[in-house]
């Protein structure tokens, strides 16, 4: 796809001032230049031109607010001066598995103050006999070499804000956080099933005890009942208790017997 045709892809009936991001990877640029890009991209911050077959940035529109250039895997051999001039407020310039040759071929980007962070993977330059150091002597303002600082410190993860990788670790916080609240929620579940089941057993065992203390007191009952009626046998005359045992045993008196005799 030619980059024209691309950019208007990528603009999505947008307006060139609302766009902050643009990537243009892997589409034709003509004759090897940039095109269509203007100075109404004002608000760009992040531009990805990587494998355009790009062989100079001279068309590069003025972009004030862009931090963050990918041109890797391209053919540039030089005119990066046009950057100090265009990206004035640049912090990331990756130049990767271009034709960069020397050490002198970097010296334009001096003008760039807020340059923190150069890539120079897969170019010639990187073959030169004390390549970081001359580097780094060369751009004071870097704080990173291709990937490294100037102690062999790597760097840590890039820029969240330009690689759009903070929208995605707000999202996985998101689902965490719902999965935490679902865990608790299962939590209190399983607590109140818990508490519900001991309840029951302390009614139970109430309700045992008390059965256990009705069952004593009617027993208890019975006892006091038996032991008045003995009492009260006790308290007969000896006949009348004689008479009494005999009936309760099914028996005649034998006096009542020789009464009924005499008669």
Do not use: W
């Amino acid at each position: 796809m030619e980059m024209k045709k691309r950019l208007t892809l990528e603009l999505r009936n947008k307006k060139p001032g609302e766009v902050k991001e643009l990537v243009l990877d892997n589409c034709r640029s003509d004759d090897g230049k940039v095109v269509g890009l203007s100075s109404d991209f004002e608000n760009l911050e992040f531009l990805s031109m990587i494998n355009i077959n790009l062989l100079s940035v001279s068309n590069l529109p003025k972009l004030n607010k862009l931090r963050k250039l990918e041109l890797s895997d391209n053919r540039i051999s030089g005119g990066l001066e046009v950057l100090a001039e265009r990206t004035p407020n640049l912090t990331h310039l990756n130049l990767s598995g271009n034709k960069i040759k020397d050490i002198n071929t970097l010296e334009p980007l001096k003008k760039l103050p807020n340059l923190h962070s150069l890539d120079l993977f897969n170019c010639e330059v990187t073959m030169l006999i004390n390549y970081r150091e001359s580097v780094f002597t060369l751009l004071p303002q870097l704080t990173y070499l291709d990937g490294f600082d100037a102690d062999d410190r790597e760097a840590p993860d890039s820029d969240p804000e330009a690689d759009g990788d903070g929208l995605e670790d707000e999202y996985e916080n998101g689902e965490e956080g719902e999965e935490e609240d679902d865990d608790d929620e299962e939590d209190d579940l399983d607590e109140e099933v818990i508490d519900d089941e001991e309840d029951e057993d302390d009614d139970l065992e109430g309700e045992e005890e008390e059965d256990g203390v009705d069952d004593e007191e009617e027993d208890e009952e019975e006892d006091g009942e038996d032991d008045e009626e003995d009492e009260a046998d006790d308290d007969l005359p000896r006949g009348e208790k004689r008479k009494r045992n005999l009936e309760d045993e099914g028996e005649e008196d034998p006096e009542d017997e020789e009464d009924d005799e005499d008669d």
